[in-house]
């Protein structure tokens, strides 16, 4: 399996989070393997948007978002839950992430239905946190380069994954009129 280079993450955000539904996230865990295809992404930029976590300054949570493309920017939210992000952006913004909403599951389910707790296959990664679960996605794999073959990356998926479903990006109060929020059905 051949990853995503580093090239394709050096494009506008926007671009980026849609380029990414169809491809296929894989997680090494040990000797499993387990992967799902992107339905659902979310672009978050610079200074030109107030829901991005690199809106204001640069911080120690944040940090990943203005360093290279390509690597991995995993947060913990509500106290709870992780969410997972690709660092992407252009040389116009010093800083770009594309989160990644939800997956279908493809390799490795019985594995997802054990992390999760549960076995229906629809709802096993059909959020941020639903998929991070699934995937034993945590503070570890912050900053990880997603363009190697490591145990965390990201290659080719679906040749046509259809039509792109454009809408507001889901639980944030600032920017909501940017329509950065993608999706694709897949059957």
């Not at 389910?109 to 296959?121: A, L, S």
Request: aromatic letters at 10%; one cysteine or more; hydrophobic letters at 40%.
């Amino acid at each position: 399996m051949t990853t995503l280079p580093k090239t394709f993450y050096s494009r506008d955000t926007i671009t980026v989070a849609k380029c990414l539904l169809g491809k296929k996230i894989v997680r090494k865990i040990g000797k499993f393997e387990i992967s799902g295809i992107i339905v659902e992404t979310e672009a978050y930029r610079h200074r030109d948007d107030p829901a991005s976590h690199a809106f204001r300054k640069i911080t120690e949570r944040n940090k990943a978002m203005f360093e290279e493309v390509g690597k991995a920017y995993v947060y913990f939210t509500y106290g709870m839950h992780y969410c997972f992000n690709v660092v992407a952006r252009n040389s116009k913004f010093e800083a770009g992430a594309v989160l990644i909403r939800a997956i279908i599951p493809e390799k490795g389910i019985k594995i997802m239905e054990k992390n999760r707790g549960i076995k229906d296959i629809k709802k096993l990664a059909n959020g941020p946190a639903k998929l991070t679960q699934a995937m034993r996605i945590t503070k570890e794999h912050y900053g990880i380069d997603l363009t190697t073959n490591s145990k965390l990356f990201i290659t080719e998926g679906v040749n046509k994954p259809g039509k792109i479903i454009a809408s507001p990006r889901i639980g944030i109060k600032n920017a909501t009129d940017k329509l950065w929020n993608f999706k694709i059905l897949i059957k």
